[in-house]
């Protein structure tokens, strides 16, 4: 029973472009979301957060966006850059204590 | 500051044997998670621990369990491990508020390989 899913298993991009990295859920109590960044050999990197009482948070070059109808999340990275390659997971938690993963998108940015 | 650490980093154990795995959480951080990640597959809620009391299991085995020291450290212990049981176990820490823990900060994680 996945209740957060990635269904891009991977992703290719040039560099400066827009990379658009999305997921589903389906539990419409999740209100608390988070997206990592996973390199290989190395643990799950915090990125960015939005809660449920928004739509859009921004940091630098990534936005997240929550389309909470939908229960639709994307995560967006303008300009894409080669060091942005990597395994991006998004999590889900109704609680803030137990985070539901998504099985990850492989994103490649080609120089 | 050091970041989350955890021990070891890889080991190779047997089906039947019993591992520890161990991990240290930012300094300052009270809340401890363990998280299971198969291959091809996101990380998996395995315990949240926070000031030494479970507050949350995920769907495993009774032969999963886990203890938090009152340094914030924490163990997670496997027995009669599974071919299944080969995975990365990863450990979070993360502050905690009023609200629940907030974003979780995991460390590398050890590479469990069943045999």
């Known amino acids: 029973d996945q209740q957060v899913k990635q269904n891009s298993p991977s992703l290719s991009v040039q560099e400066g472009r827009i990379s658009i990295l999305n997921c589903d859920y389906t539990?419409?109590?999740?209100?608390?979301f988070l997206w990592y960044k996973k390199y290989p050999a190395e643990g799950p990197t915090f990125l960015i957060s939005i809660s449920s009482i928004k739509d859009k948070n921004e940091d630098g070059r990534f936005t997240v966006f929550l389309n909470k109808s939908a229960k639709h999340l994307s995560l967006h990275i303008v300009p894409s850059q080669p060091g942005d390659s990597a395994v991006y997971f998004c999590a889900a938690s109704d609680n803030f204590n137990k985070f539901y993963f998504g099985s990850g998108t492989k994103l490649n940015v080609k120089p | 500051d050091a970041g989350v650490t955890q021990s070891p980093t890889h080991l190779i154990k047997t089906r039947g044997q019993q591992v520890t795995l161990r991990c240290s959480p930012i300094?300052?951080?009270?809340?401890v998670s363990w998280y299971q990640q198969v291959l091809g597959q996101g990380p998996q809620f395995i315990f949240q621990?926070?000031?030494?009391?479970?507050?949350g299991r995920g769907n495993f085995p009774d032969r999963f369990s886990a203890r938090q020291f009152p340094n914030y450290s924490s163990e997670l212990n496997v027995n009669a491990l599974l071919l299944g049981d080969s995975a990365l176990y990863l450990c979070a820490s993360s502050l905690v508020s009023l609200l629940g823990t907030g974003e979780l900060f995991f460390g590398e994680g050890s590479r469990l390989t069943v045999l």
């Open positions: 621990y926070y000031e030494k009391e479970e507050r």
């Open positions: 300094s300052g951080h009270k809340s």
């Open positions: 539990n419409s109590m999740f209100d608390y």
